[in-house]
């Protein structure tokens, strides 16, 4: 978050209705200083996008309060219990019902969240160094750090922290640091290709200079063998010291200051053993050379050699790691750079992206990006969304409907009515999951991270051992030096600190080619053992557009009045049943409209109450709804929903409505059945109806929860996870409403468009409503979980068999070379696998 615009919370009382959403957030936009609001109607809270610049929190609530609302703590009401279920055993009753879910400290108004540049940092307790050095700055709350990326995240107190208090913490701890101000769009994407090319070009002239010095040595070091007169000539020794003395300061220097710093602050890290193992043999050879032993001298060449292959391996993984990177950079190139905006005349005129504000009306010709997230207000086109949803199909878009910025146009013309700009916008969302999931950590990363803490040390006791041990026992000095120097190379924890963090950047930028955003790494390794997957109903399973099949009225009442009353009584009602009605009423008076939340309507139709809801509500409201029975009984058996009707007490109809599975719905229910995860469907339709669709979709009754209200929805999913026969529930949902279960379950999987990704409370976000992308998902996190786990035996087999035999001295005379090469291939391993996850096809 910028720290020109923060985001606040507000408790909103008294809305019942989508007419009281629409009129609070008028206001909200109204207000000077607020750049959006967007109020949810079910948990009565709206967040509001401002500038404390301009707006105060006094005027923000006073025009909740002008709007003829109230500001303050929104009780819901009690949630009716739901049908009890057996599932395998267990019987899912309801737990008391759990609170929201408490927003991130980023989204308090006196917190904001900074992303930072780090340099300097090699390996995983380089890591911790940095996130500890964060960490210890007065009004900085969290920090995570991204060895992979080389990227941090710090939350922080804005009045307390400075971003220079940030750099000097970092820089005190050895490492540099500099804040990134948010950008969007082609120059975003501009910024962090010139730094990939930058970091790769260093990399690749220091390892020219590696070759070029290292060549003369092989051949200095190895031209005894042929002219053997080199094995006793001066020069030659102070050649091969010269060379290796330009290897020790260009190549090896960095690494020397590293260690010196690390020293000073009483700890060691990768920089320690490489600096001690190169210098070893620098210095060995040195002092041999000073004493007239010509042959001992050689052990420069094994000194420039190492430092080359370290070199050639940092390169090959710095290269490797941009590739990850590019993800995000193919994300923010899809924004334009510039835009054709309407004048008051009418005129065209095109400015850059940045120069746009909310209202502003842009044209989009046929074929160009549409450059901003905002509503149709003329023309008609077909637009490929599949950068945000993964489907190649267009989507026919006319007036009054929404569009999404960095979407392709088709070959209509349009006028789009700008609504969300810069990091409000869809895009700017999708980057901000993309880059929160590489910088969360994983239980496995918190692991290796503490496995680093101590693993230096250890090595720095195991190679005095060796010293000592070889030295002492052996009589051997020469011999004691190079397999201390061997083990002090070969245990360079490179690998370990990238096995996680990799395979995290590869597989979260695959996830956003495919519409699939991981919002915490955490998820990941949880997907691995789920083996219970509950599904939400409406909006999820169907397609939440239920449609008017049949209404049968009783006596006294033709069914197109019945249909008219029906129409009338839910026409203020923003609930998708009540838009089965649209446009079928005949402009019958209403007053005292109440929304009876989950269950029905309440109104005054024409100076009659009118009760339109379950048969339940009805019969609760001492309406005898005997007549309605047999009507009911036969449609709910069809998987209708139905709506009863009464007049002033008095049962006068139903009307049957069927909301449709979605397209591939039991083709996903099959296959994740045919995975082995126990499917089940969760809804608060009734039983009988739910019963229907789960037969649809190939459920047994046993596998369908019905009557829970979305209250209690999550206590269901903790009865699940606590029943001792599942090892771990994932809860596919389709955004704010399903956000208590979705924050509840192992695994929550958000279905939903690309305004809603900020707000969902999942661990992994669907872009699109495709069911198809569900199993996808759990592909991705296993296939990358599976990565993950190579890596790390990887990382940990070269140090498990190379530390002893390094110590051991089975290497030999090249023992310190083979050790670095070991080194080198350790990390280009990780680094590899980790790619391999950009290819896998998640749709086999």
């Known amino acids: 978050?910028?720290?020109?615009?923060?985001?606040?919370?507000?408790?909103?009382?008294?809305?019942?209705?989508?007419?009281?959403?629409?009129?609070?957030?008028?206001?909200?936009?109204?207000?000077?200083?607020v750049e959006s609001a967007n109020v949810d109607l079910e948990s009565g809270r709206a967040a509001v996008s401002v500038d404390p610049a301009v707006a105060s929190r006094e005027a923000v609530e006073q025009a909740v309060r002008d709007a003829g609302y109230e500001v303050g703590s929104s009780k819901p009401a009690p949630p009716a219990p739901p049908t009890l279920v057996t599932i395998g055993g267990l019987v899912a009753k309801p737990l008391p019902a759990e609170p929201?879910?408490?927003?991130?400290?980023?989204?308090?108004?006196?917190?904001?969240?900074?992303?930072?540049?780090?340099?300097?940092?090699?390996?995983?307790?380089?890591?911790?160094?940095?996130?500890?050095?964060?960490?210890?700055?007065?009004?900085?709350?969290?920090?995570?750090v991204n060895l992979a990326t080389e990227r941090g995240t710090v939350v922080v107190d804005p009045a307390r922290v400075d971003p220079a208090d940030l750099a000097k913490a970092v820089a005190d701890a050895g490492y540099s640091a500099r804040r990134e101000e948010a950008a969007f769009g082609a120059a975003a994407a501009a910024r962090l290709r010139e730094e990939r090319a930058a970091a790769v070009d260093f990399w690749r002239k220091r390892l020219l200079v590696g070759v070029a010095a290292t060549v003369p040595l092989l051949l200095l070091g190895f031209g005894s063998m042929f002219v053997p007169a080199w094995g006793h000539a001066a020069w030659v020794g102070w050649t091969m010291f010269g060379l290796a003395a330009l290897l020790q300061v260009v190549l090896g220097g960095p690494y020397i200051q590293g260690a010196w710093n690390r020293l000073r602050q009483g700890a060691a890290n990768m920089d320690t053993l490489i600096a001690l193992g190169t210098s070893t043999a620098f210095i060995y050879s040195l002092v041999h050379l000073l004493r007239g032993d010509l042959h001992q001298s050689h052990y420069f060449m094994d000194a420039g050699i190492i430092l080359t292959l370290i070199t050639l391996g940092k390169f090959l993984e710095v290269r490797a790691k941009g590739d990850a990177g590019a993800a995000v950079e193919r994300l923010l190139d899809l924004s334009p750079k510039t835009a054709r905006r309407l004048d008051s005349a009418g005129g065209a005129i095109e400015v850059p992206l940045a120069e746009l504000k909310r209202g502003d009306r842009v044209r989009v010709q046929p074929g160009e990006t549409i450059p901003v997230d905002g509503d149709v207000v003329e023309g008609e086109s077909e637009v490929d969304e599949s950068m945000l949803t993964g489907e190649s199909a267009p989507v026919a878009k006319r007036p009054g409907d929404r569009v999404t910025g960095a979407t392709l146009n088709g070959d209509g013309a349009l006028v789009i009515e700008a609504k969300r700009l810069g990091k409000e916008s869809a895009l700017e969302q999708i980057v901000r999951l993309v880059l929160a999931a590489q910088?969360?950590?994983?239980?496995?990363?918190?692991?290796?991270?503490?496995?680093?803490?101590?693993?230096?040390?250890?090595?720095?006791?195991?190679?005095?051992?060796?010293?000592?041990?070889?030295?002492?026992?052996?009589?051997?000095?020469?011999?004691?030096?190079?397999?201390?120097?061997?083990?002090?190379?070969?245990?360079?924890?490179c690998a370990l600190g990238l096995a996680t963090p990799m395979a995290v950047a590869v597989a979260s930028g695959r996830g956003a080619r495919a519409g699939l955003f991981i919002r915490e790494t955490s998820a990941l390794e949880k997907m691995d053992r789920i083996d219970t997957i509950v599904f939400d109903k409406t909006g999820t399973l169907t397609e939440g557009r239920p449609s008017l099949v049949e209404a049968r009225a009783l006596p006294g009442m033709t069914d197109a009045e019945l249909i008219a009353l029906i129409a009338a009584a839910e026409g203020p009602s923003e609930h998708p049943l009540a838009r089965a009605f649209a446009g079928k009423g005949d402009g019958r008076s209403v007053a005292d409209f109440r929304a009876i939340r989950g269950r029905g309507v309440s109104a005054t139709v024409d100076g009659c109450k009118v009760l339109v809801g379950s048969r339940a509500l009805l019969a609760e409201q001492g309406v005898d709804v005997g007549p309605l029975d047999e009507i009911v009984d036969a449609w709910e058996a069809g998987a209708n929903t139905v709506l009863c009707a009464a007049v002033d007490g008095r049962a006068v109809g139903a009307a049957g409505l069927a909301d449709r599975l979605k397209p591939h719905a039991r083709e996903v229910v099959e296959k994740l059945q045919a995975e082995g995860s126990t499917v089940v469907l969760l809804t608060g339709d009734n039983p009988t109806t739910a019963r229907a669709v789960g037969g649809e979709l190939g459920l047994p009754a046993g596998r369908v929860i019905a009557g829970v209200l979305p209250d209690a929805k999550a206590a269901t999913i903790e009865a699940l996870r606590n029943d001792p026969g599942t090892k771990g529930v994932a809860m596919v949902g389709d955004g704010?409403?399903?956000?208590?279960?979705?924050?509840?379950?192992?695994?929550?999987?958000?279905?939903?468009?690309?305004?809603?990704?900020?707000?969902?409370?999942?661990?992994?976000?669907?872009?699109?409503?495709?069911?198809?992308?569900?199993?996808?998902?759990?592909?991705l996190g296993r296939e990358t979980l599976h990565a993950i786990r190579q890596n790390l035996f990887w990382a940990f087999a070269y140090n498990t068999l190379g530390i002893p035999l390094a110590a051991l001295g089975l290497f030999g005379r090249y023992g310190p070379m083979i050790a670095a090469l070991?080194?080198?291939?350790?990390?280009?391993?990780?680094?590899?696998?980790?790619?391999?996850?950009?290819?896998?096809?998640?749709?086999?």
């Open 822 to 844: 070991a080194m080198s291939l350790s990390s280009v391993t990780v680094v590899a696998r980790s790619s391999l996850l950009s290819k896998i096809d998640l749709e086999d």
């Open 736 to 779: 704010l409403n399903d956000a208590p279960a979705l924050a509840a379950a192992d695994v929550g999987v958000a279905l939903g468009s690309g305004a809603d990704l900020a707000k969902a409370s999942a661990d992994v976000v669907v872009s699109s409503g495709d069911l198809r992308a569900v199993p996808h998902a759990f592909k």
């Open 439 to 493: 910088g969360s950590k994983s239980g496995v990363q918190r692991l290796a991270d503490r496995i680093s803490s101590v693993f230096v040390p250890v090595v720095l006791g195991i190679a005095l051992a060796t010293f000592l041990g070889w030295g002492l026992l052996g009589g051997d000095w020469s011999r004691a030096a190079l397999n201390a120097a061997a083990v002090l190379i070969i245990a360079c924890p």
């Open 100 to 144: 929201a879910p408490t927003p991130p400290a980023a989204s308090n108004p006196e917190r904001e969240e900074w992303n930072l540049a780090i340099g300097g940092m090699h390996c995983a307790s380089c890591v911790g160094r940095v996130e500890n050095a964060l960490k210890g700055v007065a009004g900085v709350e969290d920090a995570r």
């Open 1 to 33: 978050m910028s720290i020109a615009t923060e985001m606040w919370e507000l408790p909103v009382r008294g809305m019942t209705c989508g007419r009281c959403v629409r009129a609070v957030t008028q206001a909200l936009e109204a207000t000077p200083g």
